[in-house]
């Protein structure tokens, strides 16, 4: 899987100075499968609108996004619900998880739907990152860094050809930082899955193909 | 999916469900009652053949003055009967027969005062009379006149004549056992025939005879001009047609009103049903919209999950489907428990009725099943398609 954008720019920005942009002032940029990219920026230059785009919950761009060879202003709702399940994995920044569910609810609500991993593994990607002591308290009261890191593992719990992460890393320290972007390498390259970072300034990770300044 | 069905639910406002369920169960258990109790009233009166057969209207013109000078006639021409006969209440139409030669009837018995009176006939097909009786036959070869007169005339005797001139009342049994003479006068002479009251018409305030005899008779000795029938008689099918009364004012004809009163029953139970089914109507029309608003107001208050569950990449018809079976759930145990209480209702007012001697029946009529099943797709369906199309709008 390949994505193609041609000269796009959401909407917001363009009454915004993008100079010096690899993003925005690209006339072509692909992203492709197989390998990693950082998308380095300071807050508000569009980092969460570009992986929005890619994932198909902001339409307002300029511009035009290829998905292979199709155009993804042409995927229906249909299309992008099935990309969501099999194709396309997201950590938002926001990380979107249900408070009242448990840690463990909040990762097997998502694995419900595909059945891609079992119960032990994943358990397993919990004590990995040092959260399974707290699969079964709310996620509502857990730490923020907590949170990042239940959504870190819903997002391996399906099968995709891209994983968009929005500062997944934020609120975790060094360490744990280490683990969870090892972990994540680790699953990508299980899948040979591209991985799109963004990031304020982990300007010290490994295995990064690609560096993009918004 | 149990995680889903978790987090949706969560938002419902059990006080908002359970007053549009109960709200959806009264409507439907007073719509079920009203007809499960109308179709058994219906077979009730129709075994009481007066109040649900076609009725049967006798229809003369009014009588003015004119008449009474000699002036006008007051019978029906063949237009008039045409017309009438073309209405839409009128199945049937047929007028009476006269007599075309003069009558008269006296007694010949040492039991009974002598007895004189001239007389009329008035005759009409059978089916119209309502009396049935097997001497309600003419044989030329015996000479035998069954006479059919109105309940009436026996009552004003037994009520009014007799009890004021000391004059004994007379039973009707007694009454068929007189013999009495008629004589028919002809042109050229008469013969006289013996006569036996063979029936009182609670119907038909005429003195009939049989139609083929009259028929004879006019044959044989009639001799007047032939004059216009006087009265007729419409058989109606829906004496509760308004236009019927409206037909009769505007051509100033005349009826018995008492007649079509007693459809009156009938026209009173009709109206209670139909205001029974307009107020269980509306009661459900404002229980399926409680029911809406409560499911929107439940999908509105999770438009937040929904939106994260859309992102998550679940379809938005997945996103429905608690909702969705909720619905069902309450809908099924609506149908059930109307059904439920409508068979107690049906069986204690069979208890009740049994007791007034009216056959009612206890379990539940067939329609009713279909009827409910029927208002409860029609219900889920436009709930689900509302569920449908508002969480398809959270989802992108």
């Given amino acids: ?214 | 999916m149990r995680l889903i069905y978790q987090i949706l639910w969560k938002d419902h406002s059990r006080t908002h469900l359970l007053g549009a369920f109960l709200g959806t169960l009264a409507g439907f258990v007073l719509l079920l009652a009203g007809i499960q109790f109308y179709i058994d009233i219906k077979s009730v009166l129709a075994e009481n053949r007066d109040l649900l057969d076609p009725e049967y209207i006798v229809i003369n013109k009014k009588v003015n003055i004119g008449q009474t000078l000699g002036l006008g006639r007051s019978g029906f021409t063949e237009d008039e009967i045409k017309e009438l006969s073309e209405q839409a209440f009128a199945d049937q139409v047929e007028p009476f027969l006269s007599n075309e030669f003069p009558v008269s009837g006296y007694t010949e018995n040492e039991r009974f005062p002598d007895f004189y009176t001239e007389l009329f006939f008035e005759a009409i097909p059978d089916e119209f009379i309502d009396v049935k009786s097997d001497e309600w036959v003419w044989d030329p070869e015996l000479g035998n006149i069954p006479v059919i007169i109105p309940q009436d005339y026996l009552n004003l005797y037994n009520f009014g004549f007799a009890p004021s001139q000391g004059l004994p009342q007379i039973p009707k049994g007694v009454l068929s056992m007189i013999n009495f003479k008629l004589r028919l006068r002809g042109k050229y002479g008469f013969d006289d025939y013996n006569g036996q009251i063979v029936g009182f018409s609670n119907r038909i305030h005429s003195i009939l005879v049989p139609l083929d005899f009259l028929t004879w008779a006019n044959e044989k000795y009639g001799y007047f001009d032939k004059s216009n029938p006087s009265q007729l008689i419409v058989v109606s099918k829906d004496p509760t047609d308004p236009s019927i009364i409206r037909f009769l004012e505007e051509k100033g004809y005349d009826t018995i009103r008492e007649k079509l009163k007693s459809s009156r029953m009938n026209i009173i139970l009709k109206l209670i049903i139909s205001f029974l089914v307009v107020v269980a109507a509306i009661i459900i029309g404002l229980a399926f919209l409680v029911f809406l608003l409560s499911l929107q107001l439940m999908i509105s208050r999770s438009s937040d999950k929904i939106k994260k569950l859309n992102k998550l990449g679940f379809h938005y018809r997945e996103i429905s489907r608690p909702y969705i079976l909720l619905l069902l759930v309450l809908m099924i145990a609506v149908t059930g428990l109307s059904l439920l209480v409508t068979s107690l209702l049906a069986n204690k007012f069979h208890g009740m009725t049994l007791e007034w001697s009216l056959n009612t029946s206890s379990s539940l009529h067939g329609i009713l099943f279909g009827i409910s099943l029927g208002l409860v797709a029609l219900i889920s369906l436009a709930n689900i398609t509302a569920i449908l199309i508002s969480t398809k709008k959270l989802c992108k």
């Fill in chain 1, 1 to 214: 899987m390949i994505f193609r954008f041609e000269k796009m720019i959401p909407l917001p920005l363009l009454e915004q100075d993008t100079e010096g942009s690899e993003v925005w002032e690209a006339p072509s940029l692909l992203i492709e499968q197989g390998k990693s990219y950082v998308v380095e920026a300071a807050s508000g230059r569009g980092k969460t609108s570009l992986l929005s785009v890619m994932y198909g919950i902001r339409h307002d761009y300029q511009g035009e996004v290829y998905l292979d060879d199709d155009n993804i202003s042409s995927f229906g709702w249909k299309k992008w619900s099935a990309l969501r399940k099999n194709k396309l994995s997201v950590i938002f920044q926001g990380l979107e998880l249900f408070d009242d569910l448990t840690s463990l609810e909040n990762i097997l609500l998502k694995n419900n739907i595909t059945a891609y991993r079992s119960r032990d593994r994943i358990v397993e990607l919990a004590r990995a990152l040092g959260m399974e002591p707290f699969l079964n308290r709310k996620a509502g009261i857990l730490s923020f860094g907590q949170q990042q890191r239940v959504a870190i593992i819903r997002a391996l719990v399906q099968p995709f050809d891209f994983l968009l992460a929005d500062e997944c890393f934020s609120h975790m320290d060094k360490e744990n930082t280490f683990k969870a972007y090892e972990l994540i390498q680790k699953e990508c390259s299980e899948r040979n899955a591209g991985l799109v970072l963004t990031s304020l300034n982990e300007t010290d990770l490994p295995g990064i193909n690609t560096r993009l300044m918004l």
